[in-house]
Nanobody, 126 residues
Framework: QVQLVESGGALVKVGGSLSLSCAAS????????MAWFRQAPGKEREFVAR????????DHADSVKGRFAISRDNVKNMIYVQMNELKPEDTAVYYC???????????????????WGHGTQVTVSE
């Protein structure tokens, strides 16, 4: 059983930057590919970015490609997402998630993930 705790959410202005963190505990962190999702009010939870267990491969949604970057530290049991050039449409609760299927491709669906954090709020204002 893996526990995930996100942090770093804040109110930020358009064009600003923010870094989110997710701390994992209760399992062998390198057994999991990890991802960030987000959910805006009234919308479904959507994929943001994914990183393989060894950090060698990443996948980013088109909507954030070139602005967001996912990373991980397997010593600290942490994942991060650096978010730049933030837009109002980036406003959402951001969740980290763990997938036991290490190295698998095309894993953008919510159902692919086994463990979830409780989320952290990011609000981008004009």
């Amino acid at each position: 059983q893996v526990q995930l705790v996100e942090s770093g959410g804040a109110l930020v202005k358009v064009g600003g930057s923010l870094s989110l963190s997710c701390a994992a505990s209760g399992g062998t962190f390198s057994n999991y590919d990890m991802a960030w999702f987000r959910q805006a009010p009234g919308k479904e939870r959507e994929f943001v970015a994914r990183i393989t267990w060894d950090g060698r491969r990443t996948d980013h949604a088109d909507s954030v490609k070139g602005r967001f970057a996912i990373s991980r530290d397997n010593v600290k049991n942490m994942i991060y997402v650096q978010m730049n050039e933030l837009k109002p449409e980036d406003t959402a609760v951001y969740y980290c998630a763990a997938d036991r299927s290490r190295g698998a491709v095309n894993r953008r669906a919510v159902a692919n993930y086994d463990y979830w954090g409780h989320g952290t709020q990011v609000t981008v204002s004009e």
